[in-house]
């Protein structure tokens, strides 16, 4: 197994890393006896590998917070390898990620949320796998915002326009009775400058995570203001998860279904052990003291079953049919959780539980 680190250059589709496509024969002068033969013994060969051989998969992930320890746990503890995988990390956001798993780049992407972006837009993917469907987000405000009736017309900031930011933002509004567009929106970037915008009071608003909300804390700039809402406890939305192709599910089921099964182990260890999983988001980039406050804020929301229920489904696909201007699609059109309900009843018939060391 291989983790690749941001910036990873994806190869050509049909290059080596290739998933599944044998060589090409080559010669002049074969004739169809010759080609027979040789496709006989490559079938031969085959037939006689090691039935743990190993499919070679990629996957994406964005960050390394708790969010994606499905993916990380998966391969630090070796939950890919046990289900037969050989799975390649490559860390790429979802901007990246979803046109590499549309050109089969990837096999597999941790933005599910980008994924049904792209989806409504035609794109042939599924969204297989939840990890989180509770917006990990906290609605800042400044001293004079005393409700959200008092951001009408005024800018709040996001990371980027029509990221889970500012979707998150829409979906809360329309939760709390006002128009998906009762706030404008300014893309702030991440962390630092997301801060410092809004601590200088340029900014009414604006969206923060739970470890830029700790770095606020910390460094004593939130003087002036507050926090306004707290989006995890209304905002239910495809945060992260997996997605992949509908090719990769018609030509590859059982490899689907064992990474499905590979990610229901992941998040149960991630609940059940909490260093362990900080060691993994550590060790794939993370500082501890961050690790730390992400896992407590975000762990007892990671899901149990890796699915979301079908209102909140539908109700979310309305949302961004809206933002992107096309028309919704049908919940079977963008979600596909047949393959983690059958890893999951398997696990169960299994009485598979996480071997934990440190918890």
């Not at 960050?63 to 070796?78: H, K, M, N, Q």
């Not at 998150?168 to 706030?183: E, I």
């Not at 905002?235 to 590979?262: K, L, N, W």
């Not at 730390?292 to 949302?319: H, R």
């Amino acid at each position: 197994m291989q983790w690749v680190r941001p910036f990873q250059t994806f190869p050509l589709k049909g290059g080596r890393d290739a998933l599944f496509s044998p060589p090409p024969l080559e010669g002049e002068g074969w004739g169809v006896g010759c080609y027979a033969a040789a496709w006989l013994f490559l079938l031969t060969l085959l037939l006689a590998a090691p039935a743990s051989a190993a499919d070679k998969v990629k996957i994406s992930f964005v960050v390394p917070v708790t969010e994606y320890a499905d993916l990380l746990l998966g391969y630090d503890a070796g939950f890919f390898a046990e289900e037969g995988l050989d799975v390649e990390l490559v860390q790429a956001g979802g901007g990246v990620a979803t046109p590499a798993l549309i050109a089969g780049d990837l096999q597999f992407t941790g933005s599910p949320g980008a994924a049904i972006s792209a989806i409504l837009k035609g794109a042939k993917l599924k969204v297989l796998f939840i990890t989180n469907d509770r917006a990990p987000y906290l609605l800042w405000a400044q001293s004079d915002i005393k409700t959200v009736a008092d951001l009408k017309g005024k800018a709040v900031g996001v990371i980027t326009r029509g990221d889970t930011t500012e979707i998150a933002m829409r979906y809360f509004l329309v939760k709390q009775g006002f128009p998906s567009d009762y706030v404008s929106f300014t893309p702030l970037g991440t962390g630092t400058a997301r801060l410092a915008a809004l601590a200088s009071g340029s900014y009414s608003a604006s969206i923060l995570g739970v470890i830029e909300t700790a770095q606020l804390k910390a460094s004593g700039r939130g003087q002036g203001l507050h926090q306004l809402a707290d989006f995890r406890d209304t905002v239910y939305m495809t945060f992260s998860g997996i997605a992949t192709s509908d090719a990769m599910i018609a030509q590859h089921p059982d490899s689907v279904r064992r990474v499905m099964r590979a990610a229901l182990k992941g998040i149960a260890l991630a609940k059940a052990a909490r260093e362990t999983t900080i060691d993994s988001i550590v060790k794939h980039g993370a500082d501890r003291d961050s690790a730390g406050v992400d896992y407590d804020a975000t762990a007892p929301e990671l899901t149990d079953t890796g699915t979301m229920p079908e209102e909140d489904q539908a109700f979310e696909l309305k949302l961004r049919g809206e933002l992107l201007g096309v028309p919704p699609k049908k919940v079977a059109e963008v979600f596909d959780f047949s393959f983690v309900e059958k890893a999951a009843a398997e696990l169960k018939a299994e009485n598979w539980k996480p071997k934990i060391g440190r918890n």
